[in-house]
């Protein structure tokens, strides 16, 4: 009853969020068995988000449905879930994820990143607009850009910080290399880190240990 009586003093836009979070899941669950019966339906909802509805600005409360767009992509990785089960290298099925993004009034508000594979049981990652992230717990005090892919001191700081590019693993063109190279040849770029999925690439970013240009993926397409 308690759960209930959240759900329905919710406003729309949580109550999307709270959905999308056990929706990605229950997609993830499908992908991890793609033999399992699917009904098609979630009658769930993530409570953890709905306890954040106090922190919603006035103007997120008032987003109706007809204000919002929703992005799903169910299987982010298609390429590394194909040369996983070939090569049997299932390293690369931690790059898979189930996206979930939402825009309100053309603006990006919210968004929802599964991991079916991480440690085996899976992982969640949602944020909403002015209420943090969740799902991950970032290193305190440390901004991104101060942090070091190598080179780390002692204490987990970097004496001087290195630039990294995260960019597609399947999905690499001629003008990308070009490009990447370039940068390199000019010191823009100390590392290079190539990932599949755009969701993936998403959080590799939220990790603490990388300062992360990213190319476009629709670029590296292209």
Same mark, same amino acid.
């Given at each position: 009853?308690?759960?209930?009586?959240?759900?329905? &003093?919710?406003?729309?836009?949580?109550?999307?969020?709270?959905?999308?979070?056990?929706?990605?899941?229950?997609?993830?669950?499908?992908?991890?068995? $793609?033999?399992?019966?699917?009904?098609?339906?979630?009658?769930?909802?993530?409570? %953890?988000?709905?306890?954040?509805?106090?922190?919603?600005?006035?103007?997120?409360?008032?987003? /109706?449905?007809?204000?919002?767009?929703?992005? $799903? %992509?169910?299987? %982010?990785?298609?390429?590394?879930?194909?040369?996983?089960?070939?090569?049997?290298?299932?390293?690369?099925?931690?790059?898979?994820?189930?996206?979930?993004?939402?825009?309100?009034?053309?603006?990006?508000?919210?968004?929802?990143?599964?991991?079916?594979?991480?440690?085996?049981?899976?992982?969640?990652?949602?944020?909403?607009?002015?209420?943090?992230?969740?799902?991950?717990?970032?290193?305190?005090?440390?901004?991104?850009?101060?942090?070091?892919?190598?080179?780390?001191?002692?204490?987990?700081?970097?004496?001087?910080?290195?630039? $990294?590019?995260?960019?597609?693993?399947?999905?690499?063109?001629?003008?990308?290399?070009?490009?990447?190279?370039?940068? &390199?040849?000019?010191?823009?770029?100390? $590392?290079?880190?190539?990932?599949?999925?755009?969701?993936? &690439?998403?959080?590799?970013?939220?990790?603490? /240990?990388?300062?992360?240009?990213?190319?476009?993926?629709?670029?590296? /397409?292209?």
């Amino acid at each position: 009853m308690y759960e209930t009586d959240m759900w329905n &003093k919710a406003s729309f836009l949580t109550r999307l969020v709270a959905s999308s979070v056990r929706i990605s899941e229950a997609a993830g669950a499908t992908i991890k068995d $793609v033999t399992s019966e699917c009904s098609g339906v979630v009658n769930s909802f993530a409570v %953890d988000v709905l306890r954040l509805e106090d922190e919603l600005s006035a103007d997120l409360k008032s987003v /109706k449905p007809e204000d919002v767009v929703v992005w $799903v %992509d169910p299987l %982010d990785g298609t390429a590394e879930v194909a040369l996983a089960i070939k090569n049997n290298n299932l390293t690369l099925l931690e790059q898979v994820t189930v996206l979930i993004g939402i825009a309100c009034r053309g603006r990006p508000v919210a968004g929802v990143i599964h991991q079916p594979y991480h440690k085996g049981t899976g992982r969640t990652i949602w944020a909403i607009q002015g209420c943090g992230v969740h799902g991950i717990t970032p290193a305190p005090g440390i901004p991104v850009y101060l942090v070091s892919s190598a080179c780390e001191l002692s204490n987990g700081f970097s004496a001087q910080p290195q630039r $990294v590019v995260v960019t597609t693993r399947s999905h690499l063109s001629q003008s990308v290399t070009d490009a990447l190279n370039a940068l &390199k040849e000019k010191g823009l770029v100390d $590392v290079i880190e190539k990932y599949g999925g755009a969701g993936y &690439k998403e959080y590799i970013g939220s990790i603490p /240990k990388f300062l992360k240009d990213q190319l476009p993926e629709i670029a590296a /397409k292209s």
